[in-house]
């Protein structure tokens, strides 16, 4: 999960946040 984290986290800064 951790590459997901990345997209996540240019994508939506918000949403990784939240996790």
Do not use: D, K, V
Not at 1 to 19: F, G, K
Request: net charge positive; glycine share 0%; aromatic share 0%.
């Amino acid at each position: 999960m951790s590459h997901i984290q990345r997209e996540t986290s240019c994508s939506r800064p918000r949403l990784n946040s939240n996790m």
